[in-house]
């Protein structure tokens, strides 16, 4: 059966270094992979796509990569602040968007 | 835009009791999920419409749980009868093209006693 499995459950970093976040995946041939954000009591909001031919994918602070040989995507937030602390999810989608599936999520917090 | 739209945002009933939760999804988009968030189990895709249409409900847990989308704009998700361990929080998601990506309701948080 399909399995994705997030790096860890927390993590902390401090203030200003590069949070490295990583989705592995197995039993699964995506077509794309999302990672969203996700605030205490909100519902998961959208960051990052990226197709299963790219490579690699930034956007201001944060870039994510995807290798369909490890089955593995990394997200990265550079410079991080405390406003970055949140659960990040990252998410697998079949050919048409369908087979849509979540990671557990990686609870980040960002210390001062 | 008003984005998605939940309804109620907060819902506790008795065991037994039926429950049915509503959803708005922005104009235009074609496609709509219902998922299941517990700490447990993490956020869990129940059933996937595009177009109205049910595509993938290879998530919906049991026969007590039912979804329609009668309308472009508008889609149900019924539990009955409720149970506790139905207790959730539920979130409805739209998306326009296929590689676009989902745009999140607030949730409903389900207590069933």
């Known amino acids: 059966s399909q399995k994705i499995e997030q790096n860890s459950e927390a993590l902390n970093i401090q203030e200003g270094k590069t949070a490295t976040l990583t989705c592995n995946y197995t039993n699964y041939s995506p077509a794309y992979l999302q990672w969203y954000r996700q605030d205490p009591g909100r519902g998961p909001v959208f960051l990052l796509l990226i197709r299963e031919n790219e490579k690699e994918k930034r956007k201001e602070r944060l870039k994510v990569t995807f290798d369909t040989t490890l089955k593995q995507s990394l997200f990265h937030i550079t410079a991080s602040q405390p406003a970055d602390s949140a659960t990040y999810l990252c998410a697998l989608a079949g050919n048409y968007g369908q087979n849509f599936v979540f990671g557990p999520g990686t609870r980040l917090s960002v210390l001062p | 835009d008003a984005g998605v739209i939940q309804s109620p945002r907060h819902e506790v009933t008795e065991m037994g009791q039926e429950v049915t939760l509503r959803c708005k999804p922005i104009?235009?988009?074609?496609?709509l999920f219902w998922y299941r968030q517990t700490m447990m189990r993490g956020l869990e895709l129940l059933i996937y419409?595009?177009?109205?249409?049910?595509?993938?409900d290879s998530g919906m847990p049991e026969d007590r749980f039912s979804a329609k989308m009668p309308n472009a704009s508008f889609s149900t998700l019924k539990i009955q009868p409720s149970e506790p361990r139905d207790s959730a929080v539920y979130f409805c998601a739209s998306r326009g093209d296929t590689y676009n990506e989902q745009f999140f309701g607030p949730g409903t948080r389900l207590t069933v006693l």
């Open positions: 104009s235009g988009h074609n496609s």
């Open positions: 419409f595009n177009n109205n249409v049910p595509i993938d």
